[in-house]
């Protein structure tokens, strides 16, 4: 009959393994709560929202643009609203939100192709 193999154990009589698995739990569940704490101390930055011009497409005797708005805040905006062109040929929509550090793209209609110096703003967002 063949005997069970065991691992090398401590004094203690308990396996290494057993110790190790333990540090790393110890360790990992240290790091979760440093993280919990941190971000529970710490501000969200405000959204600091960024338009650009990614491309211009021809749709019949129009053009629409597509531009891409960017938060590079921590928090939030909600109803980003953007505009671009210069007068007559202004257009304007409304972004449902934009997410902390990320990107959402919306298009804007033209009856001039909108070139690199169309000038694109954002008019004004809320707080979800």
């Known amino acids: 009959m063949a005997t069970a193999r065991k691992g090398p154990k401590t004094e203690t009589g308990r396996p290494v393994l057993e110790w190790v698995m333990a540090g790393l739990g110890l360790v990992l569940t240290l790091a979760a709560l440093a993280l919990v704490l941190r ?8 959204p600091s929202l960024e338009v650009r011009l990614v491309e211009a497409r021809p749709m019949g005797d129009q053009w629409v643009a597509e ?3 960017t938060n590079r805040g921590d928090a ?9 062109g210069q007068a007559p040929d202004v257009a304007s929509a ?11 793209r ?3 209609v033209f009856e001039a192709r909108p070139g690199p110096d169309t000038p694109f703003r954002i008019r004004g967002w809320s707080e979800p």
Not at 39 to 46: G, L
Not at 76 to 84: F, H, I, K, N, P
Request: hydrophobic letters at 30%; glycine letters at 8%.
């Open 67 to 69: 531009v891409e708005v």
């Open 76 to 84: 939030t905006a909600a109803s980003v609203e953007v505009e671009g």
């Open 94 to 104: 409304t972004l449902d939100y934009a997410p902390g550090h990320g990107r959402e």
């Open 39 to 46: 971000d529970a101390s710490s501000r969200p930055s405000p």
């Open 106 to 108: 919306l298009s804007l």
